[in-house]
């Protein structure tokens, strides 16, 4: 897949933007703050229906502005897809997505049209944090694969909350309402993330090699959670949440279920957590995104977008070399501070940012 325009508008620090990268790597490089990483943060809104590090919507309109809109249009090998979002300042106006110039009725509709794999220094996070960032990875795979995952996901949460808020009152008549709505979207929740983590775990072990270039160090993935080994989804879930209903009361919350999945991290056998180097951390947050793009590139029959913010500052000139070597085919967008990061690889096209405003440079 190949963008052939991004265009913003009141988007972060730049109030009009359009962009045409040409095919293969466009490198951004400026100052921290100047914008790099809010122009890939824009790929992102449109392939995802929101930011990769945001926590709302409004944070990324510019500030003074009362609606922020994001238009990206790709070619694929079907043709154009063309995917906008547009965010409101005012709390009350919701988020509205355009698909090929039409307004989209639920934002899983922008799913699929333009797809991306973002790397970002975060990613050591979802490695070395708690089982969050982990659920985000395989979830965000998962809805890019099928909106219908993502419609899944919504119901599933949506139960929870009214089963939560249901445990902390005096009233339980309708707990076997959510009890039946968490078992059927746990069925699609569980068995995609079970197939996802055995596609990707071949993959990460490919990519980590690679990297790292140390043939000894295998990286495995293994998907966990009280569901994982299951046969019977729906029977299992009703189980467990009946045998943890007294817990679940006292502690007025739900303790049962695939919101509480992990997807468990080896190197060599050992949990990676508490094994893992730096340098092996950072090669096996590149080894998940990579793998991710992989599996896209499968299921879409084409490759996904590729972005890249300061990856490179982080890895040793050799580890940076094999990066650059294998993503230099596809559509990517890769910041960075210093040029020199690029160890001599020639991209497509260089760009200085400076403070919202962009200059290519020969
Ligand atoms: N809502 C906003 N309105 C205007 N400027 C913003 C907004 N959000 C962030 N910025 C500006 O964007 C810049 C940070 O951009 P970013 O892409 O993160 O920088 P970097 O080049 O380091 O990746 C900062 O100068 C910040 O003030
Ligand atoms: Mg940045």
């Known amino acids: 897949m190949k963008i052939k325009t991004l265009r913003l508008r009141s988007f972060r620090n730049y109030p009009q933007l359009l962009l045409h990268p ?49 238009q990206l249009t790709v070619e694929r090998e079907d043709g154009l897809h063309d995917v906008g979002v547009r965010l409101y300042e005012n709390a009350r106006k919701r988020k509205l997505i355009y698909i090929n110039g039409k307004t989209a009725s639920r934002i899983g509709e922008l799913f699929g049209h333009a797809t991306a794999v973002m790397f970002s220094p975060e990613d050591l996070r979802v490695v070395l944090d708690g089982p969050d960032g982990r659920r985000r990875y395989m979830d965000m795979l998962l809805c890019q694969q099928r909106p219908s995952y993502f419609y899944a996901l919504q119901s599933y949460a949506s139960a929870l909350k009214h089963r939560n808020a249901l445990l902390k009152g005096e009233d339980l008549r309708q707990l ?46 293994e998907y966990r959670g009280c569901l994982a080994d299951s046969d019977e989804i729906d029977a ?55 793998a991710a793009f992989d599996l896209l590139e499968k299921t879409q029959g084409e490759p996904p977008l590729l972005l890249l913010d300061d990856v490179l500052s982080e890895l040793d000139p050799d580890r940076r070399r094999r990066l650059l070597s294998r993503i230099a085919p596809f559509q990517t967008l890769l910041t960075c501070t210093d040029l020199s990061d690029l160890t001599g690889a020639s991209p497509a096209c260089v760009i200085r940012v400076d403070n919202g405003t962009l200059t290519e440079i020969e």
């Open 176 to 221: 076997p309402v959510w009890d039946e709505a968490l078992c059927r979207t746990a069925v699609p929740i569980v068995t995609l993330r079970r197939s996802l983590v055995r596609e990707l775990s071949p993959l990460c072990r490919d990519h980590y090699l690679y990297i790292g270039g140390r043939e000894n160090e295998t990286m495995d993935l």
């Open 236 to 290: 299992d879930m009703l189980r467990g949440l009946n045998a943890h209903r007294e817990e679940d009361l006292r502690r007025q919350t739900t303790s049962f279920g695939p919101h509480r999945d992990d997807l468990f991290l080896t190197l060599s056998g050992k949990d990676m957590r508490s094994f893992a180097s730096q340098g092996q951390v950072r090669t096996a947050a590149l080894s998940l995104r990579l």
């Open 22 to 70: 040409p095919a293969g790597v466009t490198v951004l490089f400026g100052e921290n703050g100047s914008g790099k990483t809010n122009l890939l943060e824009a790929v992102h809104l449109c392939c995802l229906g929101k930011s990769h590090r945001a926590g709302s919507d409004r944070e990324m309109i510019r500030n003074g502005a009362d609606s922020a809109a994001v």
